[in-house]
């Protein structure tokens, strides 16, 4: 250790200027922040887009939606984040509530349908993706089920997987409790678990379950199915849309101006490209998602928007997220 | 648990240890060269010498924590080591006090002391071993609660509990303030002796080999150098390094003649017989320092005193410019510069100049 | 015979660590001694910085009790504590039953390359659980690369390997080094002589080993088991992917669905949790005294030879690090193979390479020094303060990473906002979520230092600084290292705190993985994989070189 002055000092002055560059490795306030809950590997051609289009770049962290919501509700006005791009509606909607949005000019909003936006206009659906049952090669197209519900039937013991801490799942357990009552849903829930049903963490372990025959059907969103098809034209695994009780329930992921950003024209811009044709476009061929432009067809192999039956549910209304968990862990599901 | 009827052909049970030509070398180093010992059964033997001597290493061979080389250990006239044999520490039947106790510190000192009894100890004789060493009543105490004499005692307590065929101290005193040693030596000694247990203990203290042990071994270089009383050792060393390495030693050349050695002190019966040139070991203590002696007392002048109280130690100038020491009583005191006669009161041992061992007089006779 | 008046006096014997009995001067709150204000100031602003995750949550509770109770005393959240409490139970127990011997035989027999076997045995501990779980799962699974292997021999399909089983066999081989190295230097340290002497009173070997050594080794053994069921409980990635229904989970749910107040009061029952194991760890440890009884090098203990239990030994070691490296590093190659065919971005991969080096490096170097801080103030002065700021040191390591993470976002937005969301707030949170790693290896070594060199040092003149700078110091150093380099390790592979703390656009290789398997590509996350290992190793042989203990 040194002992003469000289030293000390310089000592000092290495680690001040070491702190110093820690601390200034973070700032740099012009570019557009963004926290995406979505696989940069799907969005990163659509931002792109719209750097290309705007001149501007954007910074964008990735994790998943549910952390980033909360993360959005505890930096509260402080936040430097000025988009939040989320998988599903339920973290729009939890953020939306905790009065976190700015409200989007209405020419933006009606971009996308009216069913897949929030009622107070603070956020706007990109794509849509479907509920579906997938089901792999041991299953006989003649046997699907038409409903969920039928899924907790003794035949499907064992052989069904779901992810109850996906918010999809979730989104579709809320449209039910909504629709056909709670008393069903609890049913449901119930007669599910008590069916063995295997639990798994995200949509796409289910997907590769069931490629590997250690799963027979599968609830999980349609385009990570459409995706691994895309990869692979012989992959084994399908999807089915089931006609009834909601089986078919349109969910969104969408993105939102925070209130708090200090640049809301530039991220009502990267919106409105979101919603532009471009951007559609490109969901609609790579990611194989459902654009909500109106005008951009759907990728061909999927079943066309207006085809699937669309329940009578307010998508906004979503959200109500606590009810439908506090459900869920009381019927064992979480 | 002697097993008398082993049919070794080895002694009596009356020998407590016996060790032949004890060998151990740990790579290079020859630690134990031929090493013989004998010990009667009950008796104390102390092993002394300086270090590297091997006397550690004897000792934990004797345990059965190292395996010897070459040579024989039978302990209570049953080989433990040697024709093939090697009796592992366990089975040994040996109570060993280290130097650092050893005490297990996650049991109690009850259970410490119980630990050789097997798994369920009689409390009645860890209580019995307890009271030999006075500590009766420190049971239940931990081991870290207790002094360093307290927790020396313990561990003797626990060496004699499963009463061994025999005891090994390895420097047990070396732990402890000086204050405490001189007392606790005489303890322990006195409880072995009331055990009635063999008992070897290592050490490097001679004060101490000699005052508490009835047979000496002195070790170097991983021989026994000399073996016997306190007394033989001290007073008949067998070799001039014996001599030089137990306590002082004053050197005054001399001529042996016919059953006398003629030195500047005198002129002294000896035993053994020899010719020529010889050196006369004789230990400070023996010189006597007087205004008059006898005839045969030589002249000298005081150069040096050093007072210590019960004695003083006197350099004293002879005629022939030879400054021997003499260390006796206190008083009267002696100054630098007076004149004093000198004499030797006391044995002496008389070596050859060309050094060896005084030859037997058997062997010396015919 | 004198027993009564025996004196005291000042032998070279044990010291008990507690307070003396210094009559009316102790006080109560700070022990016999009290600690120099500079450093006890010190010590409390480490214990204040550790305990913000816990702050934080009391904070978010606060008002609102009511619903607090509501979330955490339902059925099912309890179930979920006791589930998440069995399995660090058992995890714990798979732990020891594999540390256990693999020390002895690294460090007391004669078993050929043991210091290669100690070191390849605790490589498991770079290995981020999740990426273990993955490769369990890929490997295992009923139609995984191990069926492929042996279809051929006609196996169709083998068993299910999820739940309780799969996280267990994933857990247990992934923290078992978290009881190895304390385990191996508490054994170095022993003192043969005390096993000599159990041996010459007539006890079998494993008698020996059972009545005298392992209780030797108990605050070893019980440290390291607090570090393993602290891990357990506040995994999440593992048994997510092992399907296994914990407690942590959650705790993310109520987090990620803007329930803050039912989050965090789920989060403070992981604190009692870990509160209660403390204390249970504190009185199986006891008051026993934890150094030596009297002083002196012990004389290190000869090997114990095999013999033809040579072969069972070596089919133990070789199967364990079979299973925990040579398995996944294999899979991960061969992953890896596939993924280079199409295409690399190297400049990507090495530019995360190079910022998870330095942010864990700082993390460990930061960590490091608090645990000095702490340490020195647990071992020098004990007593009910010092112990206080010891155990709150705890707190960030058992509660899970999201909790550390929204804890120093709630913080860092209201009170340091120039500092959000930079790199030198991402390694001060890897520093307080790690910190205890670092604490048990230095005050280790702070134990092995006799109070007497310091004593010594201060009655030459020396001031309390002086005297740590020349004396403490270069005796410590190599339980500082090994403290950092334990905090180095983990902070390597974390991601929760990473992906919300660090500046965007500074990724590391846990999130590069982590962005990769959230699609399924498990291939493209082979490399950066891979490459963390690489990165990992060399502080792994440090540690090894150096002995790890527990406090």
Redesign the interface.
């Known amino acids: 250790?040194p002992t003469s002055l000289a030293a000390r000092c310089a000592v000092v002055a290495v680690l001040t200027a070491l702190?110093a560059i820690?601390?200034?490795?973070?700032?740099g306030d012009d570019k557009l922040?963004m926290y995406s809950g979505r696989?940069?590997?799907l969005i990163d051609p659509a931002i792109a887009i719209y750097e290309k289009q705007s001149g501007q770049d954007i910074?964008?962290?990735?994790?998943?939606?549910?952390?980033l919501?909360?993360?959005l509700?505890?930096?509260?006005s402080?936040?430097?984040a000025d988009l939040f791009y989320a998988q599903d509606a339920?973290?729009l909607d939890?953020?939306e509530?905790?009065g976190n949005l700015e409200p989007l000019p209405a020419d933006v909003l009606k971009l996308a349908p009216e069913r897949f936006r929030s009622r107070d206009g603070r956020w706007v659906g990109v794509t849509a993706r479907s509920r579906v049952i997938a089901y792999g090669a041991k299953v006989e197209a003649s046997e699907l089920p038409d409903s969920p519900l039928e899924l907790a039937e003794p035949k499907w013991r064992g052989r069904v997987g779901w992810a109850p801490?996906n918010a999809s799942l979730q989104g579709y357990v809320t449209a039910l409790r909504l629709v056909e009552g709670e008393d069903i849903a609890r049913k449901w829930l119930k007669d599910m678990v008590a069916n063995d049903t295997?639990?798994?963490?995200?949509n796409?372990?289910i997907?590769?379950a069931i490629a590997?025959?250690?799963l027979d059907l599968g609830l999980i969103n349609h385009y990570y199915v459409a995706e691994a098809q895309a990869k692979d034209p012989d992959y084994p695994v399908k999807v089915h849309f089931p006609t009834k009780d909601l089986g078919s329930l349109v969910n969104v992921s969408g993105v939102g101006v925070l209130a708090s950003s200090k640049h809301k024209q530039q991220a009502i811009e990267f919106v409105r490209t979101m919603l532009g044709k471009a951007a559609q476009e490109y969901f609609a061929e790579s990611s194989k998602e459902y654009p909500l432009l109106a005008g951009v067809r759907p990728s061909k192999e999927l079943t066309p928007l207006a085809e699937i039956p669309a329940p009578d549910v307010d998508l906004a209304n979503l959200g109500d997220?606590?009810g439908t968990?506090a459900l869920m862990?009381?019927t064992?599901a979480? | 648990m002697s097993d008398k009827s082993s049919g070794n052909g080895f002694a009596p049970p009356c020998v407590g240890l016996r060790v032949r030509g004890l060998k151990k070398s740990f790579g290079a180093v020859r630690a134990v060269d031929g090493a013989d010992l004998d010990v009667r059964s009950g008796g104390t033997c102390a092993l002394l010498g300086p270090s590297g001597c091997g006397k550690t290493t004897t000792l934990r061979m004797i345990?059965?924590?190292e395996r010897p080389d070459a040579g024989e250990i039978a302990v209570g006239g049953r080989v433990v080591s040697g024709e093939g044999r090697f009796v592992?520490?366990?089975?040994?039947?040996?109570?060993?006090v280290?130097?650092?106790?050893?005490?297990?510190?996650?049991?109690d000192v009850a259970a410490n002391v119980g630990?050789?009894l097997?798994r369920r100890p009689d409390p009645g004789r860890v209580r019995e071993a307890l009271d030999l060493?006075?500590?009766?009543?420190?049971g239940k105490r931990?081991?870290?609660?207790?002094?360093?004499?307290?927790?020396q005692r313990v561990a003797l307590a626990?060496?004699l509990a499963?009463t061994p065929d025999l005891v090994l101290l390895d420097e047990p005193f070396s732990?402890?303030?000086a204050s405490?040693r001189d007392r606790l030596r005489q303890?322990v000694s006195d409880i072995l002796r009331k055990a009635g247990v063999t008992a070897i203990f290592v050490t490097h203290d001679q004060e101490e080999a000699m005052s508490i042990a009835e047979q000496v071994a002195v070790m170097r270089d991983g021989q026994v150098e000399q073996c016997g009383t306190p007394e033989e050792v001290y007073l008949r060393p067998a070799t001039r390094w014996m001599a030089t390495f137990l306590g002082d030693i004053e050197v005054l050349p001399g001529d042996a003649v016919r059953g006398r050695a003629r030195c500047e002190l005198g002129s002294l019966p000896i035993e053994a017989h020899l010719d020529g040139p010889v050196d006369v070991l004789v230990r400070p203590e023996g010189i006597a320092v007087g205004v008059s002696g006898p005839a045969s007392a030589a002249s000298a002048e005081v150069v040096s005193r050093r007072f210590f109280g019960h004695d003083q130690m006197l350099g004293l100038k002879l005629r022939s410019g030879q400054v021997v020491r003499s260390r006796r009583l206190g008083y009267p005191a002696w100054h630098p510069g007076d004149h004093v006669q000198v004499w030797i009161e006391g044995p002496v041992e008389v070596l050859p100049r060309t050094g060896g061992r005084v030859p037997e007089p058997a062997a010396a006779a015919g | 015979?004198?027993?009564a008046a025996?004196?005291?006096?000042?032998?070279?014997?044990?010291?008990?660590p507690a307070r003396r009995a210094d009559g009316g001067r102790a006080s109560w709150l700070m022990g016999a001694k009290r600690p120099p204000l500079v450093l006890f100031a010190l010590g409390l602003a480490v214990a204040i910085a550790a305990a913000l995750p816990a702050l934080y949550l009391v904070v978010v509770v606060a008002g609102e009790s009511a619903a607090a109770a509501d979330a955490v005393l339902?059925s099912?959240?309890l179930e979920l504590v006791a589930r998440s409490l069995g399995l660090a139970a058992a995890v714990t127990a798979g732990a020891v039953a594999i540390a256990v011997p693999l020390a002895w035989l690294t460090v007391r027999s004669d078993l050929p390359g043991r210091r290669a076997w100690a070191t390849l045995a605790t490589l498991p501990l770079v290995m981020p659980s999740y990426i273990a779980a993955y490769m369990f799962v890929a490997v295992l699974?009923?139609?995984?690369l191990l069926q492929e292997l042996l279809a051929p021999l006609g196996v169709q399909?083998l068993p299910?390997i999820?739940g309780f089983v799969g996280a267990w066999l994933v857990l247990t081989l992934c923290t078992y080094p978290l009881v190895l190295l304390p385990l191996r230097a508490a054994l170095r340290r022993l003192?043969p002589?005390?096993e000599?002497?159990?041996?010459?009173?007539?006890?079998?070997?494993v008698e020996v080993f059972r009545?005298?050594v392992l209780?030797?080794l108990?605050p070893a053994i019980g440290g390291g088991s607090v570090l393993v069921a602290l891990y357990v409980l506040s995994d999440f990635g593992a048994v997510?992917?092992l399907?296994f229904?914990s407690f942590t989970?959650?705790i993310?749910?109520?987090?990620?669905?803007?329930?803050?107040t039912e989050?965090a009061a789920l989060g403070m029952v992981l604190v009692v949790v870990m509160l209660v194991l403390f204390a249970i760890y504190a009185r199986v440890r006891g008051a026993?005294?934890l150094h030596r009884?009297?002083p002196?090098t012990a004389r290190p203990a000869p090997p114990v030879r095999l013999g033809r239990w040579r072969w069972p030994a070596l089919g133990l070691c070789g199967g364990v690090v079979a299973v925990t490296l040579v398995v996944p590093i294999g899979v991960l190659a061969y992953w890896a193979s596939k993924d280079v065919a199409s295409g690399l971005d190297a400049a990507a991969i090495m530019l995360a390479a190079s910022n998870s080096l330095f942010a864990a490096a700082?993390a460990a170097i930061a960590a490091g020094a608090a645990a000095l801080i702490v340490g020195v103030l647990c071992v020098r002065f004990p007593g009910y303060a010092t112990r206080a700021i010891e155990r709150v040191g705890y707190a960030g390591y058992a509660l899970p990473g999201?909790v550390v993470?929204?804890a120093l976002?709630?913080f860092g937005?209201?009170v340091a906002?120039?500092?959000?969301?930079?790199?030198?707030?991402l390694?001060f949170a890897l520093s307080i979520h790690y910190l205890p790693l670092a604490v048990g290896p230095v005050g280790g070594a702070l134990m092995q230092v006799p109070p007497r060199l310091e004593e010594a040092a201060r009655g030459l003149g020396r001031t309390p600084w002086q005297v740590f700078?020349t004396i403490t110091r270069p005796l410590v150093t190599s339980g500082v290292l090994a403290g950092a380099a334990l905090v180095f390790l983990h902070a390597l592979k974390e991601l929760?705190a990473t992906?919300?703390l660090a500046?965007?656009?500074?990724d590391t290789l846990a999130?590069d993985i982590f962005?990769q398997t959230?699609?399924?590509f498990y291939e493209a996350a082979a490399i950066p994989a891979l490459i963390l290992l690489l990165i990992a190793a060399p502080p792994l042989y440090l540690l090894n070189e150096k002995g790890v203990s527990s406090s």
Request: net charge positive.
């Open positions: 250790m702190l820690l601390a200034g490795c973070g700032g922040t696989i940069p590997e910074k964008v962290r990735t994790g998943d939606s549910p952390t919501a909360a993360t509700v505890e930096e509260g402080n936040s430097r339920g973290s939890a953020i509530k905790a801490t295997q639990v798994f963490d995200g796409v372990p997907r590769d590997k025959d250690e997220l606590k968990l862990r009381e064992g979480l | 345990a059965g924590l592992p520490a366990e089975e040994r039947r040996i109570g060993m280290f130097q650092d106790y050893a005490l297990f510190p996650h049991m630990y050789g097997g060493v006075g500590l009766g009543d420190a931990l081991v870290h609660e207790l002094s360093g004499g307290q927790q626990r060496a499963p732990n402890l303030d405490l303890e | 015979m004198a027993t025996e004196p005291a006096g000042r032998p070279p014997g044990p010291v008990a339902t099912r959240s699974r009923p139609k995984g399909e299910q999820y003192d002589s005390l000599e002497a159990a041996r010459v009173m007539g006890r079998s070997p009545t005298v209780p030797q108990a997510a992917i399907r229904d989970r959650e993310y749910i109520a987090f990620g669905s803007a329930q803050r989050a026993r005294a009884s009297t002196g700082a999201i993470a929204l976002v709630f937005t209201r906002l120039p500092l959000y969301q930079t790199v030198a707030m390694v700078r929760p992906l919300l500046p965007i656009g500074f999130t962005r959230t699609t399924g």
